[in-house]
């Protein structure tokens, strides 16, 4: 049973940028790691992704404006956001695959808006 818990998310103007933060509560040495979003009136999408062995995914939307990257040492996943537009508005979920299980984090809200 593995607890997330998401921060940084905020008010932000277009073409800022913003850092968000995933804190495990236990080793996440061996998961999977992944960033989702859901806009208002939309279906929840993968952003990015993180596998245990590093392997990096991005969606064509984030592709090089986000980072996603791990801290095993500090059981946290991040996504580093820059270039921001307002189409980046949404609730953005921290998403942890183990073997046998998947959990979620509960959210939290960018808004890119001037």
């Known amino acids: 049973q593995v607890e997330l818990v998401e921060s940084g998310g905020g008010l932000v103007q277009p073409g800022g940028s913003l850092n968000l933060s995933c804190a495990a509560s236990?080793?996440?040495?061996?998961?999977?790691m992944v960033w989702y979003r859901q806009a208002p009136g939309k279906l929840r999408e993968l952003v990015a992704s993180?596998?245990?062995?590093?392997?990096?995914n991005y969606a064509d939307s984030a592709k090089g404006r986000f980072t996603i990257s791990r801290d095993n040492a500090q059981n946290t996943a991040y996504l580093q956001m820059s270039s921001l537009n307002p189409e980046d508005t949404a609730d953005y979920y921290c998403?942890?695959?183990?073997?046998?299980?998947?959990?979620w984090g509960q959210g939290t809200q960018v808004i890119v808006s001037s």
């Open positions: 998403n942890c695959r183990t073997p046998l299980n998947t959990y």
């Open positions: 236990q080793s996440i040495r061996y998961f999977d």
């Open positions: 993180v596998s245990r062995d590093s392997k990096i």
